[in-house]
């Protein structure tokens, strides 16, 4: 499977999850689909038999209400039976609707409370340092998570303790809960906030596009001395066309059983 058709089963996986439940996280979930493909695909270092190796690369999903999308790539890949994925949310599952590490193999930190994930993304990256165990931390916020204090306060941390081994995309989708970043609270110039707090960033025009991921996080790979921001711009709800198109609405949406029959009959035609 190339990335492409990798992405497609995992939009399929991800309404298949949401429509089975009735509701869900639908927008940020789609908007990281190419992040996370390229990711587990060419850069991380897991094991599926193993989740928890010692050594292992580590990727934790910061902005944890994308849950739904992340349990897609860690079914495709082999760390649990792909049934489970029909269970998202329902009482005794495995695939709670936030992000948990104590119910799901190949979850890193558990997540959902905003700003926390990305502090301990930080910790992690500074023990990993410390035992020279070569691993790379891989970390993904909101744009809307990225108004949380607590982001500012690790960001320092880790550009203090020159955490190059410390990967952080921030999925910028341009919305959050309640509309718009730039009504809300806007977060511009993003890139400079980070420069300033002594971050590398690289600006990715289309983080909707594999090609652009993968050209960003093969120079991330060789910057020394500072941690490494990569800038996605992606759209919120990309690749299911009425949920990209409910645009800020789109945040957590009912999905009918019709509108998953929709869906999967869209997403089969981008296929062939
Ligand atoms: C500390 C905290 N406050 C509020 C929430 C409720 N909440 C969940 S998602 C969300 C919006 C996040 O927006 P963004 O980071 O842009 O996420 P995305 O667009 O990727 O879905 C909010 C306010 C939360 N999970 N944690
Ligand atoms: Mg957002």
């Not at 909101?142 to 500012?152: L, T």
Request: proline residues 3%; glycine residues 10%.
């Amino acid at each position: 499977m190339n990335l492409k058709e990798f992405c497609l089963q995992i939009r399929k996986d991800i309404i298949q999850e949401i429509g089975t439940f009735g509701v869900g996280h639908i927008g940020g979930s789609l908007s990281i689909v190419e992040i996370l493909a390229v990711l587990y695909n060419n850069y991380m270092n897991f094991d599926p038999n193993d989740p928890k190796k010692e050594g292992r690369d580590r990727l934790i999903v910061s902005k944890g209400h994308a849950g739904p999308a992340v349990y897609a790539v860690l079914a495709n890949l082999g760390f649990f039976d792909k049934s489970w994925l029909l269970t998202l949310n329902k009482p005794g599952t495995n695939l709670p609707s936030h992000c948990d590490m104590n119910k799901t193999p190949g979850i890193d930190m558990t997540t959902g409370s905003l700003g926390q994930g990305f502090s301990c993304a930080v910790g992690i990256a500074l023990g990993s340092k410390l035992k020279h165990d070569n691993a790379k931390i891989y970390t993904i916020i909101g744009d809307g998570e990225s108004q949380e204090g607590q982001i500012w306060e690790a960001s320092m941390f880790a550009s203090h303790n020159r955490l190059d081994n410390l990967i952080a995309f921030l999925d910028y989708n341009g919305a959050q809960i309640d509309g718009e970043i730039i009504d809300v609270c806007s977060i511009l110039p993003a890139s400079d906030k980070w420069r300033t707090f002594g971050w590398h960033v690289i600006e990715v025009r289309n983080g909707n596009s594999c090609e652009e991921i993968d050209d960003a996080l093969r120079l991330a790979q060789i910057l020394e001395n500072k941690p490494c921001m990569i800038v996605a711009n992606t759209t919120k709800g990309f690749g299911i066309p009425f949920v990209e198109k409910a645009g800020v609405n789109n945040h957590s949406m009912n999905i009918s059983k019709e509108q998953l029959e929709m869906a999967l009959d869209e997403l089969n035609k981008q296929e062939r």
